[in-house]
């Protein structure tokens, strides 16, 4: 039987931080299984699935999901370098550099999101290949958080694509800037 993906809480308090619920958002992430008064160390990502669907409904009412997982993405590594571990983290980026960055893509992910199998490839000077295997969580959603982090390691223009969806758990992204 494989092992469950978890998520940090480090991830839900980036979500919540971003979306800054009212009774009512409180109340539908309560329902989903995550409690901002009362936050766990960890969650099932079956629990992260359904706040993030919860997030799109509230905050991208009008939009294309595919468009609303990528720019919740964004938003989402805005505010975990909001965090504690975020603002070291963050730090950290500045100072490596989006090749550097780049090559520490499944570390980055794996420290708020585990087991997932996550590997790189440098293809060329600023492109990248990204497979993720095993990793629950929509690609877009995934794109728009590498976007953001790569902005935050210096990158001034990073475009991130899909490649391929490999099942429904595993895709490759293509990343450049």
């Known amino acids: 039987m494989p092992t469950e993906v978890t998520v940090q809480s480090t991830l839900f308090e980036s979500l919540v931080r971003f979306l800054k619920p009212d009774a009512k958002l409180r109340a539908e992430f309560l329902a989903a299984g995550y409690d901002i008064d009362k936050p766990r160390a960890t969650y ?22 595919r468009d609303a997982l990528r720019e919740m993405g964004r938003e989402t590594v805005r505010t975990y370098f909001d965090t504690l571990v975020g603002r070291v983290v963050g ?13 520490r893509v ?9 087991p997932v199998d996550i590997q790189t490839e440098q293809l060329a000077p ?42 429904i758990d595993g895709f490759d992204l293509r990343i450049r800037w």
């Open 126 to 167: 600023a492109d990248w290949r990204v497979r993720f295997r095993g990793y629950p969580f929509p690609a877009e959603a995934a794109m728009g958080t590498c976007e953001g982090a790569l902005r935050q390691a210096g990158a001034t223009a990073p475009r991130v694509e899909v490649e391929r969806y490999e099942g």
């Open 44 to 65: 099932p990502a079956s629990v992260y699935l359904a706040c993030q669907s919860v997030a799109v409904r509230h905050r991208y009412p009008d939009r294309e999901r």
């Open 91 to 103: 730090v950290g980026l500045k100072m490596a550099g989006p090749e550097r960055a780049m090559k």
């Open 106 to 114: 499944g570390l980055s992910f794996s420290s708020v999101v585990s």
